[in-house]
C-alpha cells in the first residue's frame, strides 16, 4: 500500500492560465475526494467520486473547475483561467466503501499539490 | 455558526502533560467524527475516528463524543514535543460523504 499519490507537488502559474493536478488513490479505494486549504483554514470540500461517478460538487466549485475519474482509478482535477484566488494547497483523499465500522468511511490524504497563481 | 467550531489557539502545554483539544459541530445527525494531525507545511494524518457516545482510546490519545451536546474531544497524554501540530476536527454528516472540517487548533508542546 503506497498511499495517495498527488501530481505534481508544487504548480506556480500565471494569471488566466489552465492547470491540471492528477492524484492516484489507495489502490481498491472506490471513493475519491478532492478539497483546498488556504493558510490558517481546515480544508474544504471540492468534489468526490465513488468509482467513476461524480456524486457531489461543492458550490465553491466554479465553472472554471472540472474534475473526472474517467476509469474510476486515478483523477483529474483542471482549474481553467486561473485567478490569483486560486492559490491554495488542493488534497486529494481516498476511501474505501466500507470501514471498521457500518458508518465509517475514513479518508487518508495525498501529500498535496501547492498552486500558486502569480 | 460555522458547521464544525474550534479554537484556534495556540495552545501552549509543557511536556509530559495532558493536552486537551475541543470542537463542537452544528449538524445533530452527524455520523462520524475524526482527529487528523497536520505538521506545518503537510498534509493532514488521520489519528482518531469516532462514530459512537463515550471515549475510545489509541495509545496516548483519547478521542471523546457527546452527540447530545454536539461535542468532540481529543485528549493527548503525555504530550511530547513532536506532538506541535495542527488538530483538525472533522465530521462526516452523510455516510461515505464529505468531510466537514474545523479551522484547526495549533498546539505547541514546550520541552
Known amino acids: 500500500d503506497t498511499g495517495v499519490s498527488q501530481d505534481p507537488r508544487h504548480k506556480i502559474t500565471k494569471r488566466g492560465q489552465n492547470v491540471t493536478f492528477r492524484c492516484d488513490p489507495i489502490?481498491?479505494?472506490?471513493?475519491l475526494y478532492w478539497y483546498r486549504q488556504t493558510l490558517g483554514q481546515g480544508p474544504e470540500f471540492l468534489t468526490y467520486f465513488q468509482n467513476e461517478a461524480q456524486l457531489e460538487k461543492s458550490r465553491l466549485l466554479s465553472d472554471r473547475f472540472s474534475a473526472e475519474r474517467p476509469k474510476g482509478s486515478f483523477s483529474t482535477l483542471e482549474i481553467q483561467r486561473t485567478e490569483q484566488g486560486d492559490s491554495a494547497m488542493y488534497l486529494c483523499?481516498?476511501?474505501?466503501?466500507?470501514?471498521?465500522?457500518?458508518?465509517?468511511?475514513?479518508?487518508?490524504f495525498g501529500p498535496g499539490t501547492r498552486l500558486t497563481v502569480t | 455558526q460555522k458547521e464544525v467550531e474550534q479554537n484556534s489557539g495556540p495552545l501552549s502545554v509543557p511536556e509530559g502533560a495532558i493536552a486537551s483539544l475541543n470542537c463542537t459541530y452544528s449538524?445533530?445527525?452527524?455520523?462520524?467524527f475524526f482527529w487528523y494531525r497536520q505538521y506545518s507545511g503537510k498534509s493532514p494524518e488521520l489519528i482518531m475516528s469516532i462514530y459512537s457516545n463515550g471515549d475510545k482510546e489509541d495509545g496516548r490519545f483519547t478521542a471523546q463524543l457527546n452527540k447530545a451536546s454536539q461535542y468532540v474531544s481529543l485528549l493527548i497524554r503525555d504530550s511530547q514535543p513532536s506532538d506541535s501540530a495542527t488538530y483538525l476536527c472533522?465530521?462526516?454528516?452523510?455516510?461515505?460523504?464529505?468531510?466537514?472540517f474545523g479551522q484547526g487548533t495549533e498546539l505547541s508542546v514546550k520541552p
Open positions: 449538524d445533530r445527525v452527524s455520523q462520524s
Open positions: 489502490s481498491e479505494h472506490n471513493r
Open positions: 483523499a481516498s476511501s474505501p466503501d466500507r470501514g471498521p465500522s457500518l458508518y465509517s468511511y475514513e479518508q487518508y
Open positions: 472533522a465530521v462526516n454528516s452523510r455516510v461515505g460523504g464529505k468531510l466537514i
